[in-house]
């Protein structure tokens, strides 16, 4: 997708909604920066949520004058395997973001994420609107994963995805599943 120009009219932000256009952090990341006391709006330090602000207010974090972002960018990345879909890693494995364009000066994030060992298509962009558009369940968005396996895939398993199952305490379920072969499927 081609970049985008942001448009920043002088109409009233929510300060967490400014922070996040800003590429500083995630809105719900952005509250709790302003809870901890460490964003000043002209001169004052803000700790109320829902403070509004526009574009020309003086915005700091930890002393750091802020602007929102000059352009939208929409990246679409073939991962490859051994690298992490995350912003950080404490234990300092390879980061799939590290494989994009050095000149662009805006913070991205990846749109959803792959395990550290699968490759495949992986968004990154920094329109947190496109980004909850796109990665929320809500959107209905389907996605498709072949997935090779170490040994053989029980049929089991496959008739309690297509139920739904539990993982860490988060649902799957998954709408088709087609064996591709014994240590293969396609869902």
């Known amino acids: 997708m081609p970049d985008a120009k942001l448009d920043t009219p002088e109409k009233p932000l929510r300060l967490q909604v400014f922070l996040a256009h800003c590429g ?26 829902g403070t509004k602000v526009i574009p020309s207010d003086t915005v700091l974090f930890d002393g750091k004058q802020l602007n929102i972002e000059k352009q939208q960018h929409y990246i679409a990345l073939n991962k490859p395997p051994f690298f992490l879909c995350s912003a950080s890693d404490p234990q300092n494995r390879p980061l799939a973001k590290d494989l994009l364009s050095a000149n662009i000066n805006e913070r991205l994030y990846n749109v959803g994420r792959l395990d550290f060992l699968s490759s495949g298509l992986i968004l990154f962009t920094n329109d947190g609107g496109f980004a909850a ?8 968005i389907e996605k498709e994963y072949h997935v090779e396996a ?26 088709n599943i087609e064996r591709t072969g014994k240590r293969s499927v396609k869902i």
């Open 24 to 49: 500083l952090a995630s809105r719900r990341a952005a509250e709790q920066l302003i809870l901890n006391g460490r964003v000043c709006v002209n001169g004052t330090i803000v700790r109320e949520l």
């Open 133 to 140: 558009a796109v990665g929320h369940p809500s959107a209905q």
């Open 150 to 175: 170490s040994g053989l895939i029980p049929e089991a398993l496959l008739n309690a995805f297509l139920d739904g199952i539990k993982i860490e305490d988060v649902f799957y379920r998954c709408k």
